[in-house]
């Protein structure tokens, strides 16, 4: 696969009078220029989908209703921009049914499930896919469904100058880009291009997330013109997220209000200092969403872990111990006695729960570490510079010896690209109407007011949300991948 670095001129046939202007953070760069002219204009024909140009597979399928034999039609890695950075991370698959179990599938007007592969904001590449890769990817197919797997680049990448060129926020903006390819060629890559559906678990998650949220947002054309994105919207209908790392800005005052008190797997405990400090800058970002809620009023650190109990936690331990049989069910309660089964519902503190999940993911803070060691902190990397601080609180702490005295003038913006809680801030009329979230009641990898936060903004805003947390399951968790399927179709309103 090529790998381009060059900054040429990235839409062929453009007029002469483009004018090249700078286009922070590109490639990891901050001074790269890119001729632009209307966002996403591409040449024609040069980024046209060839229908003839699949592999013709049949496989077996697992899924809810028994074992499928799926015959697809298989396009393998596709470049979606006209100017790659690295089209070895720039690529997607598309696979379509042609038959399940022997009867034929017309999936023209099938909904179109985009799912990504990310995790750790690392890069992802589909470059070497033979057939349909992700299990979601798998049982979209074999309802019927097209399936699109994107590739996109992250975090580690390092050109021979020593530039990073994956830190955010490339891997949305080639996320973007890849629904902008899809939706450029309706008509001619099956399925229904008005009914998108993202998903994706943890970094892949909040990408999802985000990818609904910011819709049609302006932020990211520069971005996309520069790549050469096509002359298509990346506007979603619908979105999955699982465990979504995101809300990086506030994720470590979130992890310290919800895990503070666990100790390290070592039996060690967080700096306390730390831990309340961040607690507090959490308690005043939380005070100033506004959420609200039902019995709840405006949700508030100093009720958000009740709302927490009654929302998720408690009904998901009721599920999990109502599919029990009645010898095993005992044998957990036996086992698990701060819970109180009144033979239909569980009950149970906020302290006893977290005392229940034990020790803590990871150390204070989470995810702007002081030394720059954190994998988010490589996000935000530019340049050749590989690391650097993203909040206030954790540069002026530093101990990397790097920090400086303000945080860099991009990183602001960029936070806000990274974000979805930004666009649902912002009330973003192009944002997915409809979304799938899950997350694991022991994922110490985040807090669980991330997806907490995430689900009522949504919910704040009419939108229909279907959220849920999976009892004593750790991160990257999915439990009713059937489910999903399902709930597409629903939301969809396709019956195939």
Request: glycine fraction near 10%; hydrophobic fraction near 35%; charge should be negative.
């Amino acid at each position: 696969m090529t790998h381009k670095m060059n900054r040429r001129a990235l839409i062929k046939g453009i007029a002469a009078a483009a004018v090249a202007v700078p286009v922070a953070g590109i490639a990891g760069g901050t001074n790269a220029l890119a001729a632009t002219a209307s966002s996403g204009a591409t040449a024609s024909g040069s980024l046209a989908f060839d229908p003839d140009a699949y592999t013709e597979i049949t496989t077996t399928i697992s899924t809810d209703d028994g074992d499928k034999e799926v015959t697809y039609h298989f396009w393998s890695a596709i470049t979606y921009v006209t100017d790659p950075v690295d089209e070895t991370y720039q690529s997607l698959t598309v696979s379509v049914p042609v038959s399940i179990d022997g009867t034929a599938v017309d999936a023209t007007d099938a909904p179109i499930l985009v799912s990504n592969s990310i995790g750790g904001y690392l890069p992802s590449s589909v470059s070497t896919n033979t057939g349909v890769s992700s299990s979601r990817a798998q049982l979209a197919i074999a309802a019927g469904y097209v399936a699109v797997e994107p590739g996109a680049r992250g975090r580690t990448l390092v050109d021979s100058s020593g530039d990073y060129y994956g830190t955010a926020p490339a891997a949305i903006v080639d996320l973007k880009a890849a629904i902008r390819y899809v939706r450029y060629n309706a008509g001619t890559v099956p399925g229904d291009t008005d009914k998108i559906v993202t998903a994706g678990t943890s970094a892949g998650g909040a990408l999802s997330a985000l990818l609904g949220a910011s819709g049609g947002s302006s932020l990211y054309d520069d971005y996309l013109s520069a790549l050469g994105a096509a002359d298509a919207d990346d506007v979603v209908y619908a979105t999955g997220a699982w465990c979504p790392i995101t809300d990086l800005e506030n994720a470590d005052g979130a992890y310290e209000w919800n895990w503070g008190t666990n100790t390290l797997s070592s039996g060690e405990e967080v700096d306390q200092d730390v831990s309340a400090d961040l607690t507090a800058l959490f308690e005043t970002y939380q005070s100033g969403l506004g959420l609200t809620a039902d019995d709840y009023g405006t949700i508030t650190a100093d009720n958000l872990d009740d709302y927490l109990l009654a929302t998720y936690l408690e009904p998901a331990a009721t599920s999990y111990l109502a599919d029990l049989s009645d010898d095993d069910r005992t044998t957990y309660l036996s086992s698990n006695t701060f819970i109180t089964w009144d033979g239909s519902s569980a009950t149970f503190s906020w302290s006893d729960y977290l005392d229940h999940v034990g020790s803590r993911g990871k150390d204070a803070p989470a995810f702007d570490a002081f030394d720059l060691s954190a994998g988010e902190n490589n996000e935000f990397g530019v340049d050749t510079t590989e690391a650097r601080h993203f909040t206030d609180y954790s540069l002026a702490n530093d101990t990397s010896g790097t920090g400086g005295t303000s945080l860099d003038s991009d990183i602001p913006g960029k936070l806000d690209m990274m974000n979805p809680m930004y666009f649902i801030g912002e009330s973003n009329d192009d944002r997915a109407k409809y979304w799938w979230i899950r997350t694991g009641t022991k994922d110490t990898d985040t807090a669980l007011t991330i997806v907490g936060n995430l689900a009522l903004s949504l919910e704040n805003l009419g939108d229909d949300v279907n959220a849920l947390m999976y009892w004593d399951a750790a991160h990257g968790a999915d439990e009713d991948p059937g489910d999903f399927i399902t709930w597409i179709g629903d939301v969809t309103g396709y019956t195939g």
